[in-house]
């Protein structure tokens, strides 16, 4: 939502003080999200035993790519090949979660 519709809005009528506001406030809510999701995803792989997937591996790869994509995109906050890249492997770690669990 905030790289479709947020982003361009404020961009074109907002000043940069409201768009680092809205940044940092998701920016926590984002961390907070990311220690949900490890958190939860320690317990399921234990609980149902998927240590040894592949899946899982490459799940835990591409949320150790979105965690660097999330510093990097702290470091250059208007780069937006490094937005995309943040918004593409989150949906991959969602799709792989999702294969995951119904296979």
């Known amino acids: ?7 361009p809005a404020i961009r074109k009528r907002g000043d940069e003080q409201t ?9 926590i809510g984002s961390v907070v999200a990311l220690a ?14 998927l240590w040894d997937s592949e899946i899982l591996r490459f799940k835990l790869a591409v949320l150790v790519l979105v965690a660097v994509l999330l510093a990097l995109h702290v470091l250059t ?9 943040v918004a ?9 979660g999702v294969k995951l669990t119904y296979g």
């Not at 768009?19 to 920016?27: D, F, H, S, V, Y």
């Open 36 to 49: 949900l999701v490890v958190s939860t995803g320690v317990a399921m792989a234990s609980h149902f035993s």
């Open 1 to 7: 939502m905030l790289v479709a519709a947020v982003g």
């Open 77 to 85: 906050p208007t780069s937006r090949a490094v937005s995309y890249g």
């Open 19 to 27: 768009m680092r506001l809205i940044a940092r406030r998701l920016g």
């Open 88 to 96: 593409a492997a989150s949906l991959l770690v969602v799709w792989l």
